[in-house]
């Protein structure tokens, strides 16, 4: 079975500065996909940034990029120029590629707080 | 923008008492999908859908709960006898394809089982 993890349960940043959040995962498939989904008080779940595993080059969606390695098994988040608005629940999770549907195997979600 | 939307946005129930959540996903969208997150705790699936049947389901996903898509529109959740424990956000998501596209989620409905 799939399994994601995230070792960071919670995080800080100061405004206009970088954060990293980590997670790993583990499967024993080789065609898969990797999301950063943000959950802010609201609890809306809205998607970050997507990265397909047989892509080598990272994924990156303006301030939001992350560092896939493949080997390690290992997808982090990289937030630049942090904004007060980034403070949510930030939770990695892994689909298997199939042309069925497909489900999301979720972490256990990382809480950024940003501060002034 | 297309959104998914869910009614109601919360539900309060007593115990032993059956409630139905729905969901209208995206309209070009194929398949299906329910999801909950207890609170503070992870989002887990219960349960997936496409062509009018139930793709895959979780250990979670028992003979309490059923899905339906009763028209061209709609995608509901119901849960026969409800528990304290099924007190959750429950997450509706569809996506226009299967698993090499991105699940786009609903708002979310508050059950509170009483």
């Known amino acids: 079975a799939q399994t994601v993890t995230q070792s960071q349960p919670e995080m800080s940043v100061q405004e206009a500065e970088t954060v990293t959040l980590s997670c790993t995962y583990d499967?024993?498939?080789?065609?898969?996909?990797l999301f950063w989904y943000k959950q802010p008080p609201s609890r809306q779940m809205i998607l970050v940034i997507r990265?397909?595993?047989?892509?080598?080059q990272n994924a990156t969606e303006n301030r939001f990029s992350v560092n896939f390695q493949k080997a390690a098994k290992s997808f982090s988040l990289k937030i630049s120029d942090s904004q007060l608005g980034d403070a949510a629940m930030y939770f990695c999770?892994?689909?298997?590629?199939?042309?069925?549907?497909?489900?999301?195997?979720f972490g256990t979600g990382t809480r950024l707080q940003v501060t002034l | 923008e297309p959104e998914v939307t869910q009614t109601p946005s919360h539900q309060v129930t007593q115990m032993g008492q059956e409630v139905i959540l729905r969901c209208v996903p995206i309209?070009?969208?194929?398949?299906f999908y329910w999801y909950r997150q207890i609170l503070g705790q992870k989002v887990e699936f219960l349960v997936s859908?496409?062509?009018?049947?139930?793709?895959?389901k979780s250990e979670i996903f028992d003979d309490q709960f059923s899905v339906e898509r009763p028209d061209g529109s709609n995608f509901t959740l119901k849960i026969r006898s409800t528990k304290l424990e099924d007190s959750a956000m429950y997450f509706c998501?569809?996506?226009?394809?299967?698993?090499?596209?991105?699940?786009?989620f609903g708002p979310g409905t508050r059950l509170t089982v009483t």
């Open positions: 499967t024993s498939e080789s065609d898969y996909y």
């Open positions: 990265q397909e595993a047989y892509k080598q």
């Open positions: 999770a892994y689909s298997f590629r199939s042309g069925t549907a497909s489900k999301l195997t």
């Open positions: 998501a569809s996506s226009v394809n299967g698993g090499t596209y991105e699940q786009y």
């Open positions: 859908f496409y062509n009018n049947e139930i793709s895959e």
């Open positions: 309209s070009n969208h194929l398949y």
